[in-house]
């Protein structure tokens, strides 16, 4: 995948390994039936991470990168895992009346360096408020002190096929290499490319 390409370049020789996770949806392990659960609004996600060296993945091919992606997301999408995830916040569901909070180790960003995917595609994004649908939408996150580094997909209410990404926690030093690379699939959003006409200077 070309962001685990670009995280490993960004942790270059700082760190002999890096970890990609993602928080992966499960509306149809729980019911298979198309669009059963999209009016649901809680949760349905699971996340799973794998880690490799860094000089592997400067020299991958992409294919490989996007199989190894493949197979770490294939391992946890199944009816088992989220029912164990349903037993597992049963039996500890208690914790969270006392204010306690729970999250995955990766996301803490002990160990290697990592960066968690998510995105919204179950959601609805292209509601009208009375003042005309939304050219842009992205989620509002309390991230704490967690260390990882984290990016939301979000897909653009144009229905055009593109994507917004939104760099919701990310290292100064990841952040130059997604903007340094000609060759990113990653662009910077602009009024532009919103669909925004530019702005005209001053007449006077």
């Given at each position: 995948?070309?962001?685990?390409?670009?995280?490993?370049?960004?942790?270059?020789?700082?760190?002999?390994?890096?970890?990609?996770?993602?928080?992966?949806?499960?509306?149809?392990?729980?019911?298979?039936?198309?669009?059963?659960?999209?009016?649901?609004?809680?949760?349905?996600?699971?996340?799973?991470?794998?880690?490799?060296?860094?000089?592997?993945?400067?020299?991958?091919?992409l294919?490989?990168?996007?199989a190894?992606?493949?197979?770490?997301?294939?391992?946890?999408?199944?009816?088992?895992?989220?029912?164990?995830?349903?037993?597992?916040?049963?039996?500890?569901?208690t914790?969270?009346?006392?204010?306690?909070?729970?999250?995955?180790?990766?996301?803490?960003?002990?160990?290697?360096?990592?960066?968690?995917?998510?995105?919204m595609?179950?959601?609805?994004?292209?509601?009208?408020?009375?003042?005309?649908?939304?050219?842009?939408?992205?989620?509002?996150?309390?991230?704490?002190?967690?260390?990882?580094?984290?990016?939301?997909?979000?897909?653009?209410?144009?229905?055009?096929?593109?994507?917004?990404?939104?760099?919701?926690?990310?290292?100064?030093?990841?952040?130059?290499?997604?903007?340094?690379?000609?060759?990113?699939?990653?662009?910077?959003?602009?009024?532009?490319?919103?669909?925004?006409?530019?702005?005209?200077g001053?007449?006077?």
């Open positions: 995948m070309h962001v685990w390409k670009l995280l490993a370049r960004a942790v270059g020789e700082s760190d002999p390994n890096c970890r990609m996770a993602w928080i992966i949806e499960g509306r149809r392990c729980i019911e298979p039936s198309e669009g059963a659960l999209d009016l649901y609004m809680g949760n349905v996600v699971t996340y799973t991470s794998r880690e490799e060296s860094v000089a592997g993945l400067l020299h991958a091919p294919h490989d990168v996007a190894a992606t493949r197979a770490a997301m294939a391992s946890v999408v199944t009816m088992d895992r989220f029912q164990e995830l349903v037993d597992w916040v049963e039996l500890n569901k914790a969270y009346k006392d204010g306690g909070k729970w999250t995955e180790a990766v996301n803490l960003g002990l160990g290697s360096p990592a960066l968690v995917i998510s995105g595609l179950p959601f609805a994004i292209d509601g009208d408020l009375g003042f005309g649908k939304p050219r842009m939408v992205s989620p509002w996150l309390r991230h704490g002190r967690l260390g990882s580094a984290s990016m939301m997909a979000v897909p653009c209410p144009s229905g055009d096929g593109s994507w917004f990404i939104g760099g919701t926690r990310l290292w100064p030093r990841l952040v130059e290499v997604i903007e340094a690379g000609p060759e990113s699939l990653l662009k910077p959003l602009t009024a532009a490319s919103l669909g925004f006409e530019a702005p005209h001053s007449r006077l």
